[in-house]
C-alpha cells in the first residue's frame, strides 16, 4: 500500500494541494453536509433534462423534467405523463400549472423541494437526525455511473434513504425511501436524463395553447400561528421552516405550517370546518406509500398533516395540538 494512503495527513495535504474542485469532493467523502450540499446544488445549477419514474407499490408515474439556469435565473418544466394531463412551469419562485381537462392555468408560488433536490430547511439539522454512510460501490441509472449512499435514520420518527448520485456531476438520479426494516416504501428515479447542449432546443415551451383558458391565482402571506392561539409539539428533530396562509381560489383560505428535520417536510393544514361540505369527511389516518395523513376536527377547525414519514409521526402531531384562543394576542 503506497504511503499516502497510510497516512492521514499525507492524504489531508494531497487533496489541500489540489484544484478546488477535488478539494470539494475530497470533503464530501467525510462530511455529510459538504456531500449533500454538493447534490444540492447540482439539482440547482445544472441543465438537465429528463424522464422521472416514481414508484409506489404497483403505482407507476412519468414526468417529464426540464430544468435550466440562465441569466433570468432557473425555470422548469414538468409534465406529468400518466394519467390526467398536467403540467407546471416554474420561472425562480413562481410557477403556473396547466390543467387541460378543466381549462384551468394556477399561478402559485413555487415548489421546488422535489426531485433531484434533496434538502429542506436548516440542512446543519440533518446530522443530529441521520448517519451518512458511503457505501463504496457504484450503480448504473439511466445509463450514467453513480455513487451509492444512505441516510440511516436515528429513530423511528422518520424513514431512511438509500441515494445515488452521478458521478461526473454529482445530481441526484436515483432515491429510495426505505422503512425502520429497511423495506422499500418508495422510489424515484430517472429513466432517461441529458446535459447540457443534449437538450432539445425549446425543451421549457408548453405544448398547449392556453389562450381562453381560467385563470386562477393562488397566494401565499406569512402568519404568526402561535399569536391566533395554535400551540403545536413538533416531533423530535422537527422544525417550523414555514407558517403562511394560503389563498386557495375565491372563499377559501387554508393556513399552512411546514415542518422540517433537513430532509422530510410535515405539512400541518388548518381550514374552517364547513357543515354543509365537510359532514362526510372522515377523520383518523391514510397512508400511500411513503405520505402519511392524519386529520381530526378540533373546535371548529379541520387540522390536516401530510409527510413523508411513518404514520405515527403525524398522528402524534395532531394529537398534541392545542387550540387555545383566549391566549392569542
Not at 12 to 19: I, K, R
Not at 279 to 288: K, S
Amino acid at each position: 500500500m503506497p504511503v499516502w494512503e497510510r497516512t492521514g495527513r499525507r492524504a489531508a495535504g494531497l487533496c489541500l494541494g489540489l484544484m478546488l474542485s477535488y478539494t470539494a469532493a475530497c470533503a464530501a467523502e467525510t462530511d455529510p453536509l459538504a456531500f449533500l450540499r454538493q447534490v444540492q446544488a447540482a439539482a440547482r445549477t445544472l441543465d438537465y433534462a429528463g424522464i422521472t419514474v416514481y414508484q409506489q407499490g404497483r403505482m407507476l408515474q412519468a414526468t417529464n423534467l426540464v430544468h435550466r439556469v440562465d441569466g433570468t435565473g432557473e425555470r422548469e418544466r414538468q409534465e406529468v405523463l400518466d394519467g390526467a394531463p398536467q403540467e407546471c412551469l416554474r420561472e425562480n419562485g413562481m410557477e403556473q400549472c396547466l390543467l387541460p381537462e378543466h381549462r384551468l392555468i394556477v399561478m402559485r408560488p413555487a415548489h421546488s423541494d422535489h426531485f433531484p433536490a434533496l434538502l429542506l430547511g436548516e440542512d446543519a439539522s440533518i446530522v443530529r437526525n441521520y448517519d451518512w454512510k458511503s457505501l463504496d460501490r457504484t450503480y448504473r441509472v439511466a445509463g450514467r455511473e453513480c455513487a451509492v449512499s444512505e441516510l440511516r435514520a436515528r429513530d423511528a420518527l422518520r424513514y431512511s434513504y438509500r441515494i445515488c448520485t452521478d458521478l461526473k456531476n454529482h445530481l441526484l438520479l436515483k432515491a429510495q425511501t426505505l422503512d425502520a426494516d429497511g423495506r422499500l416504501v418508495d422510489q424515484v428515479a430517472f429513466s432517461r436524463v441529458s446535459f447540457g447542449a443534449d437538450i432539445p432546443p425549446g425543451a421549457l415551451a408548453s405544448r398547449w395553447d392556453t389562450r381562453d383558458w381560467k385563470l386562477r391565482t393562488e397566494s401565499n402571506q406569512p402568519v404568526d400561528l402561535t399569536a391566533q392561539g395554535w400551540r403545536f409539539t413538533p416531533p423530535a428533530g422537527f422544525s417550523p421552516i414555514a407558517e403562511v396562509t394560503r389563498q386557495m381560489g375565491p372563499g377559501r383560505t387554508v393556513q399552512h405550517l411546514v415542518l422540517s428535520d433537513g430532509l422530510a417536510a410535515i405539512s400541518v393544514f388548518i381550514e374552517t370546518f364547513d357543515p354543509k361540505r365537510d359532514q362526510n369527511i372522515r377523520q383518523g389516518g391514510l397512508r400511500q406509500g411513503a405520505i402519511s395523513i392524519y386529520r381530526v376536527r378540533l373546535a371548529s377547525y379541520w387540522l390536516t398533516a401530510v409527510g413523508e414519514v411513518p404514520a405515527q409521526t403525524v398522528r402524534n402531531l395532531v394529537q398534541t395540538v392545542q387550540y387555545l384562543p383566549q391566549a392569542a394576542h
